[in-house]
């Protein structure tokens, strides 16, 4: 059963710092990975995804990684913003279809 | 494009009653997901349509939950009679098709609490 974790579970930073967000998964058999923004009382806005071939993919500030031998991805967020804040979470794509497993988000702040 | 519409917003209820939530998806998506989002925590899929056919209900609690997208469109997430541990946000997704990476979009969800 494929498990996934965001670490760290809460983040406070100044802002204009760059910082990263991290997601690991146990089961690397994904058909891709995906990374989504959570405003508080919203749905899910989807940042980046990453299918199982790429190394990365870029939007604007924000880069997402992914080194699928190792179960891991990483989230980029260049020069941080107040308007960043949020919570963000990874989702993996199994290759069982397209059934997302979520790891538990990272609360960004980020403080002007 | 319309995004996914869910309603209601909020809900109240004591334990042991019933609620129905509603969603319509974007149109065109074949696939439709219902996701359950407790405080804290990631969502977790309760159950997957295409078109009006079950593709994945393995996490949906069968005892109390039921779901329905008859004509292939709109669905309705069921709990009958709700528990306290029911309290949480229900989400409903699409995506434009099944099994091919297709990134899914989400609605605002159903804030669901249990007096």
């Known amino acids: 059963k494929q498990e996934v974790t965001q670490i760290p579970a809460a983040l406070s930073v100044p802002e204009g710092e760059n910082l990263v967000l991290n997601c690991s998964f146990t089961?690397?058999?994904?058909?891709?990975l995906q990374w989504f923004r959570q405003d508080p009382g919203k749905g899910l806005t989807s940042l980046l995804l990453?299918?199982?071939?790429?190394r990365e993919q870029t939007s604007g500030r924000l880069n997402a990684s992914l080194d699928k031998s190792s179960g891991r991805s990483t989230l980029y967020i260049a020069a941080s913003q107040p308007g960043d804040s949020a919570t963000y979470l990874c989702?993996?794509?199994?290759?069982?279809?397209?059934?997302?497993?979520f790891g538990g988000g990272t609360r960004l702040m980020v403080k002007p | 494009e319309a995004g996914v519409a869910q309603s209601p917003r909020y809900k109240i209820i004591e334990k042991r009653q019933s609620v129905a939530f509603w969603c319509n998806p974007i149109?065109?998506?074949?696939?439709l997901y219902w996701y359950q989002q407790i405080l804290g925590q990631g969502p977790k899929l309760l159950i997957q349509?295409?078109?009006?056919?079950?593709?994945?209900d393995s996490q949906l609690p069968k005892d109390r939950f039921s779901a329905e997208r008859l004509k292939g469109v709109d669905s309705t997430l069921k709990i009958q009679p709700a528990k306290l541990e029911d309290s949480a946000v229900y989400l409903c997704?699409?995506?434009?098709?099944?099994?091919?990476?297709?990134?899914?979009?989400f609605g605002d969800g159903t804030r669901l609490s249990i007096l």
């Open positions: 997704a699409s995506s434009s098709a099944q099994g091919f990476g297709q990134p899914q979009h």
């Open positions: 089961d690397s058999a994904i058909y891709n």
């Open positions: 990453i299918q199982s071939s790429q």
């Open positions: 989702a993996v794509n199994d290759n069982a279809g397209n059934m997302l497993t």
């Open positions: 149109s065109g998506h074949a696939t």
């Open positions: 349509f295409q078109n009006n056919g079950v593709v994945d």
